[in-house]
């Protein structure tokens, strides 16, 4: 590719900051500017806003983004707002009608097709009419539940099992992270805020799950999702919460895929302060097979990478809404 790939950011949170942080330093990327609603952030230097000093362009206010996006014809949006795929619609809308390809973290697009099936189609619709490409990923769902266990799978010619665990020290995690796995809330108010919605852990197993099904060709006659609170025994602390004795410091969290009534795919996470950093995928198959990574996969900057390293990716791939399925070899970008 000789020209350059022009990118917006929607969303210039923690997420969208650390992919432009990381953006502006690939010369296959020219990095036009961002959208928010933050009125911190808005009308506001974006180079200020992530910290690395004046770039001269401002951040867009997401009521002017149609207009903006139209004008500015980015290739691809970097799409880092929120999880819920009926949330990030008007959003995505908005790219669409401009023209634009989407690479997003929402949790729910990574396989739209489980929790918003109709969202989904007429997605998939406006984006063919478009002739653009949707993609949801991130570290995870994208990357450490699905594409990874898939991609080990490459080398097996039967697969009876596959499980995961990934286990994580919440308090190297930012602050939205920390906040939506509830710490230092209460027992109650976790459960009372899970049940509003106010907070979401992890939010994924299931699509993870079919993710993996979508790309082995398997179907899963049931799947379940299950997230508990783990509970503080002694006082905590990240820099963002101090957590007392009894008070929430992570959570545990399950969501399991069955053929009939075999449990075919287990997805184990822990994410707590003080808890060991590792990745784990186990195939029970032939060749059995364990990979494990000791140093678990920073979910944060892992995150920006996968959106980076997508985003060539995308400009290729088939248009419409995709999946990782539709990423042939997902791989660090070192050059094009
Ligand atoms: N798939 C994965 O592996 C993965 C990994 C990491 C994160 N994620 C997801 O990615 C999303 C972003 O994460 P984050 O930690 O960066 O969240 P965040 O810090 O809350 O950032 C979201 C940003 O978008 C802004 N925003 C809200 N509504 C908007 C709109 N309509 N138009 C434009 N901007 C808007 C927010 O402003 P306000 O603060 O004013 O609302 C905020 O600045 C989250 O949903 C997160 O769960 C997924």
Known sequence: MSENIRVVIYGLGAIGALIAKNII????????????????????????VIGIGPMN??????NEADEFLREARPDVVIHTVTTYLDKAFPQLEKCIRAKANVVSTAETLAYPWYRFPDLAEKLDK??????????????????IFDTLPAFLTSVCVK??????????????????????YGLSLSPEEFKEKMAKG????????????????????LKMDKVIEKQEPIIAEKPM???YFDIKPGQVCGIKGLGVGYIGD??????????AVGREDYDEVIIDGEPKMTWRSVYGTSGDIATAAMVINMI?????????????????IPSHIASL
Do not use: C
């Open 198 to 217: 106010e907070i979401t852990a992890h939010v994924g197993y299931a699509e993870s799950i079919m993710l993996i099904s979508s790309m082995l060709g």
């Open 312 to 328: 060539p990716k995308v400009l290729k791939a088939p248009k419409g809404l995709i999946t990782m399925k539709d990423i042939l």
């Open 262 to 271: 075999k449990e075919f795919i287990r997805l184990e996470l822990i994410a």
């Open 126 to 143: 406006m984006a063919k009419d478009n002739e653009v490409t949707i993609l949801g990923t991130g570290v995870n769902p994208g990357f």
């Open 159 to 180: 697969v009876n099992r596959i499980h995961v665990i990934r286990s994580i020290d919440a308090s190297k995690r930012r602050y939205p992270f920390q906040k939506k």
């Open 237 to 239: 602390k990240t820099q």
């Open 25 to 48: 330093e690939k010369p296959w990327i020219k990095f036009i500017s961002a959208i928010d609603i933050d009125p911190n952030k808005v009308g506001k230097d974006v180079g200020e």
């Open 57 to 62: 362009v401002k951040v867009i206010h997401d």
